[in-house]
Each structure stands twice: as C-alpha cells, then as structure tokens.
C-alpha cells in the first residue's frame, strides 16, 4: 500500500500569511495527487487534483505543486475561511489519504 | 445542482450490521463511479472501496474485504455501503463520494472525490 505522509500535522498562522503544507509518498504516484480541505462537521472538499488542478470556484491564493512522491499545498494570503484541516489523497495505486494538517489561527 | 443524500444516524449493538443510503440526483447516476470513505472521531480519512452503479461491479479496500457489500439501485439513483460484524472500532462517519468525472464507454475510474455526501455517523455501543 502507498502511505501518505503530511506535515506539519498543525501549524498556527495569521491572516495574510503564506503558508505551505507537505505531502510525501511511500512511493512515485507520478501526479495523482489530490487536496481536499474539511471544516468541523463538514464532509471534505475537493480544492486541487492533477497535483496542481485547481477545481473551479476555488480561490486562485490555493495552488498545488509537485510530482513523484513530493507535494506541497500553498495558500498564498491567508483568509478566516481557510482555517480547516487539509488532506492529501493519492490515486496512482489504490486511494489513500495524509493524515490531514489542522490549520489554525495563532 | 448535483447533490448526494445519506441516510441518517445509526447507533448499533456490536456483532451486528448497518447499511447506509446515498441518494443521488442532479446528474446520471449510472454514469459516475461511487466512493465510500470512513472518518474515525477525530481521525483522518479512510477509503473503504467503491462501486460502479452502470453494472454492480465494486471493488473493497483489503481491510473491510469480506465484511463490506456496496449495491445500488438504478431505479431510485441510490448507493448503498452495509457493513457486518461491527465492533467498536467501527465507530465513524461514513461519506459517499462521487467520482469526478464520468467513466464513459471505458468505465475509467478518475479517482478523486467530487462531491461528497453529508456524512451519516454510525455508533457502535453495547
């Protein structure tokens, strides 16, 4: 099976910070990499596939980069709807998820 | 809009079985692979397997082979996920989750979540 790695686990930000989240995996899964961001109480939310795909309707300040078995998740400037935990997701071989990065407000 | 509708609560006695709804509507159902993922309370998330509601055929992540069963019914555009045997462990929010993309003549399979249903918590308590 192909594990997912993320980090920080948590990380503490301000408003109009840029912050970027890791994702690494076990082995290459080439580009399929998706991103999804969950608020409390809520089913998760598609934000980025292909690696760096930004699905429509998401803030262009999200964007996604890497290839392999290293990833990064960005938000450019740091809005008050943007603190929630985010997942990786792999789909090369089976579907497996990071085990997700809580985002909060310092 | 598309949307995906879940079944509600559950709370089961261990040793038993649930089995969750997922309605869909605002697109062809027959047309777009269905996912089942698993939140433990406070946990990350788990895929339990997915099911192709054109012609039935499902695939199970190893963990939950023999003990899960995804079906579907065309006629109301409704997926279900029934898992037996369940123990405390099983205790989560269950989500259906709908492919991204149609799986056309070649039933290929996208592989990310798009969207999601609103999560149905099944209890496991004796």
């Known amino acids: 099976d192909i594990q997912m790695t993320q980090s920080p686990s948590t990380l503490s930000a301000s408003i109009g910070d840029r912050v970027t989240i890791t994702c690494r995996a076990s082995?290459?899964?080439?580009?399929?990499l998706a991103w999804y961001q969950q608020k409390p109480g809520k089913a998760p939310n598609l934000l980025i596939y292909?690696?760096?795909s930004l699905e429509s309707g998401v803030p262009l300040r999200f964007s996604g980069s890497g290839s392999g078995t290293e990833f990064t998740l960005t938000i450019s400037s740091l809005q008050p709807d943007d603190f929630a935990t985010y997942y990786c997701q792999q789909y090369n071989r089976g579907y497996t998820f990071g085990q997700g990065t809580k985002l909060e407000i310092k | 809009q598309v949307q995906l509708v879940q079944s509600g609560a559950e709370v089961k006695k261990p040793g038993a079985s649930v089995k969750v709804s997922c309605k869909a509507s605002g697109y062809t159902f027959t047309g777009y692979y269905m996912y089942w993922v698993r939140q433990a309370p406070g946990q990350g998330l788990e895929w339990m397997g997915w099911?192709?509601?054109?012609?039935?055929?499902?695939e199970y992540a190893q963990k939950f082979q023999g003990r899960v069963t995804m079906t579907r019914d065309t006629s109301i555009s409704t997926a279900y996920m029934e898992l037996s045997r369940l123990t405390s462990d099983d205790t989560a929010m269950y989500y259906c989750?709908?492919?991204?993309?149609?799986?056309?003549?070649?039933?290929?399979?996208?592989?990310?979540?798009?969207?999601w249903g609103q999560g149905t918590l099944v209890t496991v308590s004796s």
């Open positions: 292909k690696a760096s």
């Open positions: 989750a709908r492919d991204y993309s149609p799986g056309g003549d070649y039933d290929i399979l996208t592989g990310y979540f798009f969207p």
């Open positions: 082995q290459t899964i080439s580009r399929w």
């Open positions: 099911i192709n509601p054109k012609n039935g055929d499902t």
